[in-house]
């Protein structure tokens, strides 16, 4: 959802790019005064009661005219979005992050960013066995009606977000630039392709430059916007082995690929699995231990349903369609003719804060197809 209010806009872009604030400050005062044109208007009639710095003073009450001139035209191009923590379009796996960030800048397609997903990352210097593990889990994991999540790197990284591209799957790449900017440049055409295709992800204004601090805190993001994270290779001093941690403490699942005794980029992987992360050989084991969660959002699922009734058959069979009657509405809409997920929120009624949730669980589930450019239809030959 856009910001329509250009007052509010600049309000966000100016928060955005003053220095010295943090994301759980800037969420705590924008909530608190009801919304971040109020909050900036409170903290430059009080800056002392807000605690605001000489530096972040300054940038808020004369933000670059120039700077914020380019992110409104920017914006202003379409399938390019701010996605603020209190938009409806936030992911809401990343919102229960306490480090998430207050706003999002995407190029793509938002509601792919609340979509499941599983993040796989490995070593920029990936051997040709890890960039083939990278591609394989991808397409499998793509198959099953996961997307892909990763970082945009050499390596490993890239190899995964062209799988799932190849396979007609769902990628998100998590940036350490604005998003004006591509690190590393080789990556243009993949990178202007998952925009196309599918998301990219910055917490970071545009202009931003990729500086060794912001990879640690793109890290963070992937680990929050998925289910688990996938470790194909690493080093003992991988950034690989930063988002799994990340991963573990913000209680998501941590998966890792064990390797040759020989090979130092199983190392990582190793001593992930020593800590505790499970040891995976194919996709099938991911999903296994991915299912507990799944079934979780369905139970979830049905249970804010008033329309389930006791005595509806239950879901998560082949044989059947999920009772809840969004689940049916929504399958009654869909046709063989693949739909965005808009064109499926409009057909069905169904929200798509619901969609995003609902459309990958009928996939697990055989009922629905998700094909190119993230548009879903019923699977053929599969009646209601």
């Not at 996709?283 to 329309?307: I, N, T």
């Not at 499926?344 to 459309?359: D, E, H, K």
């Amino acid at each position: 959802m856009l910001i329509n209010d250009p007052v509010e806009l600049e309000a966000w872009l100016t928060w955005l790019r003053a220095p010295g604030i943090g994301d759980r400050e800037l969420r705590a005062l924008v909530t608190r005064e009801g919304g971040a044109y109020p909050a900036l208007r409170a903290a430059l009639a009080a800056p002392a009661a807000f605690g605001l710095s000489a530096r972040t003073q300054a940038a808020l009450r004369a933000p670059d005219a120039g700077l914020l001139a380019r992110e409104r035209a920017w914006l202003a191009q379409p399938g390019h979005a701010v996605v603020t923590f209190d938009d409806p379009d936030y992911p809401a796996l990343l919102g229960q992050s306490p480090h998430a960030p207050a706003a999002l800048f995407v190029a793509g397609q938002v509601e792919l960013l609340s979509l499941p997903a599983i993040a796989i990352v490995g070593s920029r210097n990936a051997t040709p066995t890890g960039l083939a593990h990278a591609r394989d889990f991808a397409r499998a994991l793509c198959a099953s009606g996961l997307g892909i999540v990763s970082g945009l790197a050499l390596g490993a990284d890239a190899a995964a977000h062209e799988a799932a591209l190849g396979c007609g799957g769902r990628t998100i790449a998590v940036c350490a630039t604005g998003l004006d900017r591509v690190y590393p440049e080789r990556h243009r055409a993949l990178a202007e392709r998952i925009a196309r295709e599918g998301a990219l992800v910055s917490e970071f204004p545009l202009g931003t430059p990729a500086r060794a601090p912001h990879f640690p805190r793109r890290n963070r993001i992937i680990a929050a916007l998925a289910l688990g994270t996938l470790v194909v290779e690493a080093s003992l001093r991988s950034g690989s082995l930063i988002t799994a941690r990340l991963a573990a403490e913000s209680g998501r699942e941590v998966f890792a690929l064990p390797g040759s005794l020989q090979n130092p980029l199983a190392r990582g992987c190793h001593r992930l699995i020593r800590d505790g992360a499970t040891l995976v050989e194919c996709a099938g084991d991911v999903l296994e231990q991915l299912r507990p969660l799944v079934a979780g959002l369905r139970a979830e699922l049905d249970a804010d349903e008033p329309d389930a009734q006791p005595g509806d058959a239950p879901s998560g069979t082949n044989a059947d369609p999920p009772a809840d009657a969004e689940a049916r509405r929504l399958l009654a809409a869909l046709g063989h003719d693949p739909v965005t997920v808009d064109e499926a929120a409009a057909r069905s009624g169904v929200p798509i804060a619901r969609l995003a949730a609902l459309l990958p669980l009928l996939e697990l589930e055989g009922l629905v197809e998700c094909l190119a450019g993230a548009r879903y239809a019923r699977v053929r030959g599969r009646a209601r």
